[in-house]
T-cell receptor
């Protein structure tokens, strides 16, 4: 079955610096790759996603890149702010309809001011 | 307001005492899923449902049951809870034309 590995498990950056989180997946049939942000005590919320027919997608300070050949995708956060501090999860879809997601173990991002 | 709700939000129980965690969504979503979240392990899928009366096991289904008698509800049942089921549980839903999953607020379960 699908396996999603996420690195690093923790990441500390200085406010204003960039942060990059990387994920690899094993199932070449996966075609949907979302990223979720979970603040302390809250539910995971989708921040950005990408489909396999696209190599990069941006939304303000957040971008996701996908390399289908190498089976990895990454989250890039520029100009980090203290409110970016949270746990970030990547996921990859499996199954015929793409609704079933397999999640990575998560990355704790700390932005120091 | 479009939302996924779960009840209860917090529950402390004892080993062997049957319990049900309810999940309801008002977005007419076909797909619903239960996850458990444990430190260092991310979100692991317990069971999912593609539509009414259609359910299937996820990655960690042992010790859990589900049902999907109505489109909006997807309860999680622990027939005989054990301490290793102490965890944070999330319900989520999505529609066929969008893979984005909407999560409920979570249920923190402690089994002593």
């Amino acid at each position: 079955g699908e396996n999603v590995e996420q690195h690093p498990s923790t990441l500390s950056v200085q406010e204003g610096d960039s942060a990059v989180i990387k994920c690899t997946y094993s199932d070449s049939a996966s075609n949907y790759f979302p990223w979720y942000k979970q603040e302390l005590g809250k539910r995971p919320q989708l921040i950005i996603d990408i489909r396999s027919n696209v190599g990069e997608k941006k939304d303000q300070r957040i971008a996701v890149t996908l390399n289908k050949t190498a089976k990895h995708f990454s989250l890039h956060i520029t100009e980090t702010q203290p409110e970016d501090s949270a746990v970030y999860f990547c996921a990859a879809s499996i199954g015929e309809y793409g609704n079933k997601l397999v999640f990575g173990a998560g990355t704790i991002l700390r932005v120091k001011s | 307001e479009a939302q996924v709700t779960q009840n209860p939000r917090y529950l402390i129980t004892v080993t062997g005492k049957k319990l049900t965690v309810t999940c309801s969504q008002n977005m007419n979503h076909e797909y619903m899923s239960w996850y458990r979240q444990d430190p260092g392990l991310g979100l692991r899928q317990i069971y999912y449902s593609m539509n009414v009366e259609v359910t299937d096991k996820g990655d960690v289904p042992e010790g859990y049951k589900v049902s999907r008698k109505e489109k909006r509800n997807f309860p999680l049942i622990l027939e005989s809870p054990s301490p290793n089921q102490t965890s944070l549980y999330f319900c989520a839903s999505s529609s066929w034309d969008s893979s984005e999953q909407y999560f409920g607020p979570g249920t923190r379960l402690t089994v002593t």
